[in-house]
């Protein structure tokens, strides 16, 4: 999930090429497609703690409004309006609206409604954006690595409980997951469903 974060250092601006034009190459390359498949390593470290936890995470999104999110300890499942996010740890899933929450959508192709580039530098293998939401959208910051390709390969912020929090994207598909794992259809044996939007 995505959580809120605190605001990052700014990046060396630039002044040509524009980083909304730069941004916004990688934004048509992902709307273009008809689905988006990226296999990922989450890495959440803990300032409090010193400890850092790696995860392999799997994510998924089918145009226009549909994704899908893996881990071992959570799958979340968004469908227009509504997501469902069952935790394996407390045997629940939980129906919520997406009104509170930013859809993947929003981070990747329609960031511009969401956010303004703060700042951003301009590197030999890619680009990297500083990204500052708009009041009331959370995550309120987040930094977007992205290739010279248009390719995202890292996403960054810090959540809600000032952990630091790394995507890296491993590998990518542009299609059409031709299955999701409908979960809220069918529950699994022991877990029970808590409906938050009543």
């Keep these: 999930m995505l959580p809120i974060l605190i605001p990052l250092a700014l990046l060396n601006l630039t002044a040509d090429p524009h980083g909304d034009e730069l941004l916004s190459k ?3 390359r992902y709307s273009a497609a008809e689905g988006i498949q990226w296999t ?7 300032p409090a703690f010193d400890e850092t936890e790696t995860t392999p ?3 998924t999104f089918n145009a226009p409004d549909t994704f899908y999110f893996k881990s071992p300890q959570e799958e979340v499942l968004g469908i227009a309006d509504t997501i469902w996010v ?7 899933i939980q129906k919520k609206l997406t009104e509170a929450y930013v859809m993947p959508a929003d981070l990747i192709i329609n960031w511009h409604d969401r956010y303004e580039i703060e700042g951003y530098a301009v590197q030999k293998t890619g680009n990297e954006f500083e990204l500052a939401g708009h009041e009331g959208v959370m995550p309120s910051a987040l930094r977007l690595t992205v290739g010279k390709d248009d390719r995202i390969q890292k996403i960054y912020y810090k959540d809600s409980s000032g952990n630091d929090v790394t995507l890296k994207i491993k590998s990518e598909k542009l299609v059409r997951a031709p299955r999701l794992n409908l979960f809220h259809h069918k529950v699994p044996k022991g877990y029970r469903i808590i409906d938050l939007t009543e």
């Design 26 to 28: 990688m934004a048509q």
């Design 57 to 59: 995470v799997e994510f």
């Design 86 to 92: 069952m935790s394996k740890r407390h045997k629940q």
């Design 40 to 46: 990922m390593q989450s890495s959440v470290h803990s």
